[in-house]
């Protein structure tokens, strides 16, 4: 019966220090979104992380009032971000790497380029066709 008890808590031992390693190796990716020329800190901004080996996506969030977004529990591995926003162009960002060494990664701040509104001065002239009845 003490052999067994001996066993118990060296096994959950065992368990406890395994899933100890599995939490200190994942990883953690935040970052701010502004825009460019302002500065202003941008809230609700999707951001999306990527693998970069299939670029299948692996999370998503939008940015909170400060415009800041965070992923957590992370596996070490090259991603990439998307961020996006209505009336902003696109932003693609490469090589974000979680290592086993580093599991906290803050990126510098993100800036985004308000993309140009159409006018109607820039518009091209509507083709349209009148009829003219007479009645």
């Known amino acids: 019966m003490m052999l067994l008890t001996v066993i118990t ?8 220090a395994m899933s100890a390693i ?4 994942q990883g953690r990716i935040c970052g701010r979104i502004s825009e460019f020329i302002t500065g202003q800190l941008l809230a609700l901004a999707s951001v999306e992380l990527f693998s970069s080996i299939d670029s ?3 999370v998503g969030t939008l940015t909170n009032n400060k415009g800041e977004f965070s992923f957590s529990m992370l596996k070490p591995g090259d991603y990439f971000l998307v961020v996006r926003m209505e009336g ?3 932003l693609q960002v490469q090589s974000v790497t979680v290592r086993k060494d580093n599991v906290k990664v803050e990126l510098s701040e993100i800036q985004l380029s308000r993309t140009p509104r159409k006018s109607a001065k820039n518009q091209p002239a509507k083709h349209v066709t009148y009829v003219r009845s007479n009645w």
């Open 9 to 16: 808590l060296m096994t959950a031992g065992a368990s406890k």
């Open 22 to 25: 599995t939490v200190s190796d």
């Open 56 to 58: 299948t996506l692996v």
């Open 88 to 90: 902003f162009a696109a």
